[in-house]
C-alpha cells in the first residue's frame, strides 16, 4: 500500500496508549541570569520560559493523533499535583481522551524536566527526572487492568508503554502485562504494539518495537547470546521491529528477517522521540494492511519527518506526504 492509501484509512481507526502517560516539561533558560543565589549563594539555573507537553506513552499518542486517528485515548495513572494538571491540559489540547486516566492523592506525576540554553536552544545540563519508587497501589493496578479489558472492544491499536527504569512505580506491572496478553489472544485482529526500556524478555503475545540495545539486553537475559529469531519465538511474539537507528528496522516474524531501511536523512535536528514517532506510524500502519513490513517503512517515514523538529515532535499527514514524494517509489513495491 501507498502513503497515501494509508494515511486516508488511518481517521477510521482508534488507537489507545495504555502505560507510562508522562510529563516532559521543558524549561529555557538564560545563562546570563544564572548568577548565585542571594540568599544562600548557591549556583542558580535563571529559568524564562516554560512549556509542558505530554512524554513517555504521551508522545506516542501526541504522534497519533497528528497522523489523524479517528480517537485517541490514553490509559495511564497522574497525581492530584500540578505536574497532573499541566498533563491533563497538554493532552486535552491534542484533542487525546484522557477519561481513562486514574488520579492517585499523594502521588507525584511522572515528569522528565528538561533545561534549554536560550542561546542556541540546546539541551545542555542535567535533567531533573520523577523518580517513582513505589509500587502502585493494588486498587489502582486492578483499576487499569478492569479498564483495558473494558474498553479494548473499542479501539484497533493498542500501543503499551512501558516507560519505568525502576522495578516498581511503574504502569506497566506483571498483572497488567498477563492482562495484555490475554487480550492479544482474544483479539487477534487487533494490533498490539509494545514498547519496554527494561522489561521486553518479559512481556508475551504481542508486537514488540525495541530498539538494537533492548533487544540485545533480552536476549542476553533470557539465552546468555544475541539470537533475534529466538527472541521471537520465547516471546511468542507475531514480529520483532528492531530499531537500529539511521540503519533502519529489522523485522524479526517466523521464519522472515526483513530489513525497512531507513529514509535516507541529512543532519537530522534531533533524535529524541523518533522510536515514538515510528511507533505511532508503524502501529496505525500494521492496523491498516496487516503486515509488520509495511508497518516499518510507514514508521519509518513518519520518523524521517520528526527528527528534523526539536525535541519530541511531530508529524502531519501533509507532510509525511511530502517526505514520501522525496523517496524512490520502488521503496513501497
Known sequence: MTPAELLSAFPKLNALVVGDICLDR????????????????MPRIGVIATEATAGGGGTVANNLAALGAGKVAVLGVRGDDGSGFELLR????????TELMVEIPAWHTFTYTKLLNRVGGLEDQPRVDFIALKPLPTQVEQRIVSSLASATEGFDVIYIADQAETDTGGVVTK?????????ADR????????????????????????NRAEAETACQQLFGTVDFPRLRQSLEARALMITH????VLVVEENNET?????????????????DSFAAGAALAMAVAGDPIVGA????????VTVMKKGTGTASPAEVMAAADRQNPAYWL
Open 90 to 97: 497538554a493532552l486535552d489540547q491534542r484533542g487525546i481522551s
Open 245 to 248: 537507528g539511521p540503519k533502519g
Open 26 to 41: 521543558w524549561c529555557t533558560y538564560d545563562p546570563a541570569l544564572s548568577e548565585p543565589s542571594q540568599e544562600t549563594g
Open 175 to 183: 498483572t497488567l502485562r498477563n492482562t495484555i496478553a490475554e487480550l
Open 297 to 304: 517503512r510507514f514508521g519509518n517515514l513518519v520518523a524521517s
Open 187 to 210: 483479539y487477534p485482529r487487533k494490533v498490539f504494539l509494545a514498547d519496554s526500556r527494561k522489561r521486553v524478555h518479559l512481556l508475551r503475545k504481542v508486537m514488540i518495537k525495541p
Open 259 to 275: 530489513w525497512a531501511k531507513a529514509c535516507p536523512i541529512e543532519n537530522p535536528v534531533d533524535t529524541c522521540g523518533a522510536g
